[in-house]
């Protein structure tokens, strides 16, 4: 089993930046694919970004692409997401997750292990 812990979250101006971290602990996730999803208030969780398990190839959200970064330290068992040029737009809970199988995902169905989220408040 693997539990998820993200932190970094908080409250920030527009045009400001955050780094969400999310640390795993119960087994190494160095072989698994690690995402962020996001999820605004009555709204659905939406994809933010992914890396595959060597960090060698990522995915974005095109709300996210040329301002978040998502990069991964297997030595630590981290996963983080450098947020810059923040939005009001982007005021959600952050979740991270962890997919113990091949490949990338860009759904909630394609992971299969989730943090407890981190509030990020964007405001203008």
């Known amino acids: 089993q693997v539990q998820l812990v993200e932190s970094g979250g908080g409250l920030v101006q527009a045009g400001g930046s955050l780094r969400l971290s999310c640390a795993a602990s119960?087994?190494?996730?160095?072989?698994?694919?690690m995402g962020w999803f996001r999820q605004a208030p009555g709204k659905e969780r939406k994809f933010v970004a992914a890396?595959?398990?060597?960090?060698?190839?990522?995915a974005y959200a095109d709300s996210a692409k040329g301002r978040f970064t998502i990069s991964r330290d297997n030595a630590k068992n981290t996963v983080y997401l450098q947020m810059n040029s923040l939005k009001p737009e982007d005021t959600a809970v952050y979740f991270c997750?962890?997919?113990?199988?091949?490949?990338?995902?860009?759904?909630?169905?394609?992971?299969?292990?989730w943090g407890q989220g981190t509030q990020v408040t964007v405001s203008s």
């Open positions: 119960g087994r190494t996730v160095s072989s698994y694919a």
């Open positions: 890396i595959i398990n060597s960090g060698g190839s990522t």
């Open positions: 997750a962890a997919r113990n199988r091949i490949g990338l995902a860009l759904t909630t169905t394609g992971f299969d292990y």
